[in-house]
């Protein structure tokens, strides 16, 4: 379960972001939308405790990002939208590094996962080679492994798809749909409106900072009063806010 709640981000006395109140429950899958600069990425730094926000909190299962971090922060998996990986270290030394980071203790069980995740994204073959070696998408997906190696009960992933080949997506896509199935809370930023569609349960909408819309693709198409996409719906909402309407 994720709250956001009252959260305000200044930057050059600017709120590029202001969110008044954000539940994701447990099980659940949320595509975080927005057009470029809306904040997302601020935001998603704001929950992960990477930035401070200059009002309001954010929790995790409870826990207080920012009075109660250690609690907080071991119940997260984060893949940033740029791979954030050690590039020094092989994989599978990076792998063992982020379970161990999130407590879970070496073992074959933990051999055998890292191999298993390592199989599906087709990384097996580079598995020792240094991260450094890696072309763009194989970093991002050393990065989307590292979030998942320790089961997080949270799971924030920024433009997870980015830089994936159309295998790795369908792979991810599985790995998430798991993951909800067991429980987890999944909030991940996408551009990819087919993305969102096909795999969230709950959208929401930023612009400026501010949340226009969260609810069910269902929801968004009834407020919309017709049968729009996702795509039309996103387009329409993001359009009236930039003519002012
Ligand atoms: N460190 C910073 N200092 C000043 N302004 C910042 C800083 N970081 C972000 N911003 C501003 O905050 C706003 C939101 O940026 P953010 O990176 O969160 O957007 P985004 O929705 O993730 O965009 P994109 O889809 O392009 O990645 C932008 O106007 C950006 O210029």
Redesign the pocket.
């Known amino acids: 379960m994720l709250t956001i709640e009252k959260v305000t981000?200044i930057?050059?006395k600017?709120k590029?972001?202001d969110i008044d109140k954000l539940n994701v429950p447990s099980g659940t899958i949320l595509g975080f939308l927005?057009?470029?600069?809306?904040?997302?990425?601020?935001?998603?730094?704001l929950v992960t405790g990477m930035l401070r926000p200059n009002t309001g909190y954010i929790k995790i299962n409870g826990f207080d990002v920012h009075t109660q971090p250690m609690h907080a922060k071991k119940l997260i998996g984060y893949s940033a939208?740029k791979a954030n990986v050690y590039e020094k270290l092989t994989c599978r030394e990076f792998l063992r590094f982020m379970a161990n980071l999130y407590g879970v203790k070496n073992s074959s069980k933990l051999e055998d996962e890292i191999c298993e995740l390592l199989e599906k994204f087709d990384l097996t073959e580079k598995a020792d080679n240094y991260i450094q070696s890696y072309s763009h998408g194989m970093k991002k997906k050393a990065s989307l492994l590292g979030a998942l190696i320790h089961k997080p009960k949270v799971l924030i992933l920024?433009?997870p798809t980015d830089g994936l080949d159309p295998q790795s997506i369908k792979v991810l896509k599985d790995i998430i749909l798991e993951r909800k199935q067991a429980g987890a809370t999944i909030f991940l930023?996408t551009?990819i409106l087919e993305v969102a569609e096909k795999l969230c349960d709950l959208i929401t909408i930023?612009n400026k900072?501010k949340i226009l819309f969260t609810g069910t693709l269902s929801e968004l198409k009834e407020s919309m009063g017709k049968d729009s996409s996702l795509e039309e719906a996103f387009l329409e909402i993001t359009a009236d806010l930039q003519e002012g309407k």
């Open positions: 981000k930057y050059d600017f590029v972001v927005g057009k470029n600069g809306a904040g997302k990425t601020t935001t998603i730094k939208d920024d433009e930023s551009h930023i900072g």
